[in-house]
């Protein structure tokens, strides 16, 4: 059964921390994507990864880096928390292979900055 | 760019009510088009999907056809479920491109 997990279900930090959210998918996928889910708004996409140590921005990079050492791992970090980072934050990853490219998403961080 | 337009919500029906949630596209090429659903406190699962104009998707009782000449993706279940009650995106990916594009999302809920 296919798997990707994220390292923590909530979490709470105080504005100015620097967060890492972290992403681990077992099904050998070449991509990985960061997404938040903010109501209203759907998903929006941050940063994805197409191979280690690669890195594209998304649509709403601000304030948002991302690490990738390992193929099987894709890092978020919030480099000064804010409280407008407060958010449902959303790891996925799909294979490069293939004509349907069907993402699989972890369980989600609900993160709060106070 | 690709955008994927869908029906607003919250959307509340009766159990065993008929659901349509309209879903419409616009991209370059031939996309495949995906159903997601979102449970209460989970992350997106896939409900289902269509790679191809004409093709029908089809899991636990719901259905979308991929229709080119009209750019949609309806989503329709004949009897809905209390337990059918989740956010439902849909989205679109243009092959050769990995990424997604998603629709804002629509909360169903289903009353008994």
């Known amino acids: 059964d296919v798997k990707v997990t994220q390292s923590s279900r909530y979490l709470v930090k105080r504005t100015g921390e620097k967060v890492f959210l972290e992403c681990v998918q077992d099904?050998?996928?070449?991509?990985m994507f960061w997404y938040r889910q903010d109501p209203g708004l759907g998903l929006r996409l941050i940063y994805f990864?197409?191979?280690?140590?690669?890195?594209e921005k998304g649509d709403i990079p601000e304030g948002y880096s991302v690490s990738r050492e390992k193929k099987e791992r894709f890092s978020l970090i919030l480099e000064s928390a804010s409280t407008n980072q407060t958010s449902m934050y959303l790891c996925?990853?799909?294979?490069?292979?293939?004509?349907?490219?069907?993402?699989?998403f972890g369980p989600g961080t609900r993160l709060t900055v106070t | 760019g690709d955008s994927v337009t869908q029906m607003e919500g919250p959307v509340t029906l009766s159990e065993e009510a008929f659901l349509t949630i309209n879903c419409t596209y616009t991209?370059?090429?031939?996309?495949?088009l995906f159903w997601y659903v979102q449970y209460p406190g989970e992350g997106l699962q896939l409900l289902l999907k269509a790679t191809k104009a004409d093709d029908k998707g089809s899991n636990k009782g719901f259905e979308a056809t991929y229709r080119k000449e009209t750019t949609s993706f309806h989503l329709e279940k004949g009897s809905v479920q209390v337990s059918d009650s989740a956010v439902y995106f849909c989205a679109s990916s243009n092959f050769g491109n990995e990424k997604l594009t998603f629709g804002t999302g629509t909360r169903l809920t289903i009353i008994p």
């Open positions: 996925a990853s799909t294979r490069t292979s293939g004509s349907s490219y069907e993402q699989y």
């Open positions: 099904m050998d996928h070449e991509n």
């Open positions: 990864s197409y191979d280690v140590k690669m890195k």
């Open positions: 991209a370059t090429g031939y996309p495949s």
